[in-house]
């Protein structure tokens, strides 16, 4: 085990203020994608200790981000026609979920390396609500078509380079199984439930350190 990880400080200590419910209902967009096990999905920041290097390093590997322009450039691309586009053309289903969970995703992990600023993060989640609130009426119908999303961008990498890229589709499955589990006070969806961004916001108990 490297000690080196265990010596950056958690995110509470630099945002300790805890999430409102209607900004936690916007960061638990990205849930599907956020897997792993240093992922945070109760604060705009992407990981549960700070690591803005990650982020930047993350954006240049998986998609090409190097330079505020290009985070905004794909920000938008996700927002107006993304991988729904092309799961329209075969399916003639547009699965808004799974362009949202990544450009939520992004949006994150763009803050945490200093690509976009908290307000402009903040700014661009709430853009994307009112197409969302309004496409799904629970997170059971935002998962399944996240899952219906991933399927159609995972058949489209068959027979490239990037074909074995995409972690099993069963690990996304139990995934997303934990997170619609009613009984897991953990997640995010549990803790922000789906009616929560059409009602008036309130702040959260602080988090237990």
Request: aromatic fraction near 10%; hydrophobic fraction near 40%.
């Amino acid at each position: 085990m490297a000690i080196w990880k265990w010596s950056k400080p958690k995110v509470e200590s630099r945002y300790p203020a805890p999430l409102t419910m209607h900004q936690l209902w916007m960061v638990s967009l990205s849930a599907p994608v956020s897997r792993d096990k240093d992922a945070s999905r109760t604060t705009l920041y992407p990981f549960t200790r700070i690591d803005d290097r990650k982020a930047e390093k993350w954006l240049a590997e998986q998609w090409e981000i190097t330079a505020p322009g290009q985070l905004l450039g794909r920000l938008n691309g996700l927002a107006s026609t993304g991988y729904r586009a092309m799961a329209q053309r075969r399916l003639g289903v547009a699965p808004l979920a799974w362009d949202i969970a990544l450009y939520v995703d992004i949006s994150r992990r763009g803050f945490a390396c200093g690509m976009l600023s908290e307000a402009d993060t903040w700014a661009r989640l709430k853009n994307v609500v009112p197409t969302v609130a309004g496409t799904y009426s629970s997170w059971q119908e935002y998962a399944d078509h996240y899952l219906l999303g991933r399927q159609v961008w995972r058949d489209s990498l068959s027979g490239t380079g990037d074909q074995d890229f995409p972690a099993p589709q069963a690990v996304s499955d139990a995934h997303l199984r934990a997170l619609l589990d009613p009984a897991d006070r953990t997640s995010p969806w549990t803790l922000a439930p789906w009616e929560a961004i059409s009602r008036p916001d309130h702040a959260r108990p602080a988090r237990r350190r």
